[in-house]
């Protein structure tokens, strides 16, 4: 059986308007991401991933070409009908307050909560099922400010969970983050994709984590963007692609970046 | 949102409320007994006349009025400190007083540069309507600004501009004025809550009433705002629409009541934290109403301080929201060691 296509792009420009032309960030961007895809984006600092991501999530228009979410024009979809379709966890770190953990991830069931907010009992087994799936249950009355980095991206991904969509997008899930806590996140987010058929879009710089749990990386750098399955990335010599030859190289038969 | 249970300290802010309206009205340069109290109210012809009139024309209306002005001001103070994320943020940040300020002072001292003159008859509501006027055209001018402007903090800017400018028109205004009328408008920027007519207090009452019902409706914006309005948005929130809409209602409150009582400082800024520290919660559910209730209190209390009871003095309003508001809210913020929005 096919599986159903989600996002897909052809020849997609992308970066910053401004008055008089663009800023292209990057171009020629073909991606198609189906139902069930783990997919991170790799490349160094300032080569676009946010600026991917953000465009994904309509906070920047595509420069040219258009990308297709669910077989209709991304275009197409209001900022509410989008927020049923796409969740997301971002880099910048929530202001301070005094939410506590289960208020805060209740805060994603707003798009489908009434005018004053109230949980349905449907909304409540969301949220209670997203603590469970993140393991954030037993800490569900502490305020977010009294929580570690590892756990606070946990509630944060609890949230996105809860908005109960099927694409979720993550910026950078583990900056911050140790190696242990790093693989948990990783763990995580496999286990949604498996379990739940979630897409799940993702920017790392965890290259040789990335490599052992997605289904399929995204490889940016300056010229070209290449994506597909590790081994298609291999054979097309992308890993190579991504620093400049000095200090770290790729191994393809370890499928792992070594340091030299 | 799932809400923590909050029925007693609700109830009980409650009965402070009913409380300090009783005492507020008891309190005053003449003692009145509570009974001749009551029964004013109820119209005995029992109670002498002078008794009556004090209770009814002027204890009431400006008990009243402090319980509008505190709740309202600290419903502002919250909306601005979650809009912005700054806890800094009061009521008057969008430069709403100074709008207030620089109608009243072009009444005011514009009147006699510029050889107008304002019978005693006309100020009842002339001062209201030069205050009301200069906040919203304020208001319209922020507005205007912040829907060329995405990002939410240059409003902040934008509106701390608008304060300068008024207030150098103010220091030239003043320059050329004579001390009269001067100190007629530096009275105004005292605040008073008293001498507010029946009807004063009806238009006030309305304007408030309508801006609480509409504030219930953005409960659930203010608390997406609380992940920082990038999260928010992506959960469907139009951003800039509920901005608009947190502006206004925002403007709303502050304009009519800095029209009537002056610029009262304080009570915008700090209610929202002592609600925050009581309740421990940020969940606008909660502070919304504990916000409204705690402002009206204390504006009760001040009010009763500045009163100085059986003296014939009365300081202005102004100073006592600061003297005695300062010091509690450094206090709260050294026991609790951290502040939140």
């Known amino acids: 059986m096919a599986k159903k296509n989600i996002i897909s792009s052809k020849n997609l420009s992308i970066g910053y308007p401004t008055k008089n032309n663009p800023v292209v960030i990057t171009s020629g961007i073909d991606v198609s991401i189906f139902e069930g895809d783990f997919i991170a984006i790799l490349g160094k600092n300032g080569i676009g991933k946010s600026t991917f991501l953000k465009t994904l999530t309509t906070e920047l228009a595509p420069i040219e070409g258009n990308i297709q979410l669910m077989e209709a024009d991304l275009n197409s979809y209001s900022s509410k009908q989008l927020a049923s379709v796409i969740s997301v966890v971002l880099t910048e770190s929530i202001p301070m307050n005094q939410l506590t953990v289960q208020e805060l991830i209740a805060l994603g069931r707003q798009p489908y909560t009434n005018w004053i907010d109230n949980l349905s009992e449907r909304d409540t087994e969301v949220v209670n099922k997203a603590m469970m799936d993140t393991e954030t249950f037993d800490f569900k009355d502490k305020k977010i400010y009294e929580l570690s980095d590892g756990m606070k991206q946990r509630v944060l991904i609890a949230r996105a969970l809860a908005q109960d969509t099927p694409v979720m997008i993550l910026d950078e899930p583990t900056v911050h983050l140790d190696l242990y806590h790093t693989v948990q996140i990783f763990k995580l987010l496999k286990k949604l994709v498996e379990e739940q058929g979630k897409t799940i879009i993702i920017s790392s710089h965890e290259l040789n984590l990335s490599i052992k749990f997605a289904s399929k990386l995204m490889v940016m750098n300056e010229t070209t963007n290449h994506f597909g399955t590790t081994v298609e990335l291999i054979a097309a010599k992308a890993f190579e692609t991504l620093f400049p030859a000095d200090g770290i190289s790729f191994d393809s038969e370890s499928q792992q970046f070594v340091i030299k | ?341």
């Not at chain 2, 024309?57 to 502002?76: M, Q, V, Y």
């Not at chain 2, 109403?289 to 202005?316: H, M, W």
């Open chain 2, 1 to 341: 949102m799932k809400t923590q249970r909050f029925g007693i300290p609700f109830l009980i802010l409650s009965l402070g409320l009913v409380l300090f309206f009783l005492l507020n009205i008891r309190l005053g340069s003449v003692d009145i007994p509570l009974n001749a109290i009551l029964k004013s109210i109820i119209n005995d012809p029992s109670v002498q006349d002078s008794w009556r009139i004090i209770v009814m024309d002027f204890r009431i209306p400006k008990a009243i009025t402090a319980c509008i002005a505190g709740a309202g001001l600290a419903i502002s103070g919250l909306f601005m400190q979650t809009l912005f994320r700054n806890p800094l943020a009061g009521p008057f940040i969008l430069g709403i007083s100074s709008g207030a300020s620089l109608g009243v002072a072009l009444l005011i001292l514009g009147a006699g540069i510029f050889g107008g003159f304002l019978s005693a008859m006309a100020m009842e509501w002339a001062l209201p309507i030069a205050a009301s006027l200069g906040a919203f055209l304020v208001l319209l001018s922020v507005l205007l600004a912040s829907n060329k402007i995405k990002n939410t903090m240059s409003i902040l800017i934008i509106g701390l501009m608008f304060s300068s400018f008024a207030a150098a028109i103010i220091s030239v205004l003043s320059y050329f004025s004579e001390a009269d009328k001067l100190q007629q408008f530096i009275f105004w920027g005292f605040g008073s809550l008293a001498n507010l007519s029946w009807n004063q207090v009806l238009i006030l009452s309305l304007v408030f009433f309508v801006a609480l019902m509409y504030s219930i409706r953005l409960i659930k914006p203010l608390n997406s705002l609380l992940l920082g309005e990038n999260y928010a948005k992506s959960l469907g929130m139009n951003t800039q629409g509920n901005r608009t809409q947190i502006l206004v209602i925002t403007s709303l409150f502050t304009g009519v009541i800095t029209a009537f009582v002056g610029p009262i400082a304080f009570i915008g800024l700090a209610v929202p934290h002592i609600a925050r520290l009581v309740f421990n919660s940020s969940n606008h559910k909660v502070l919304l109403p504990s916000s409204a209730i705690l402002g009206a209190i204390i504006l009760l209390i001040c009010d009763i301080v500045a009163q100085l009871p059986n003296n014939e003095i009365t300081l202005p309003i102004n100073a006592i929201t600061s003297i005695f508001g300062a010091p509690v809210v450094i206090w709260l913020l050294i026991k609790k060691k951290k502040i939140f929005i």
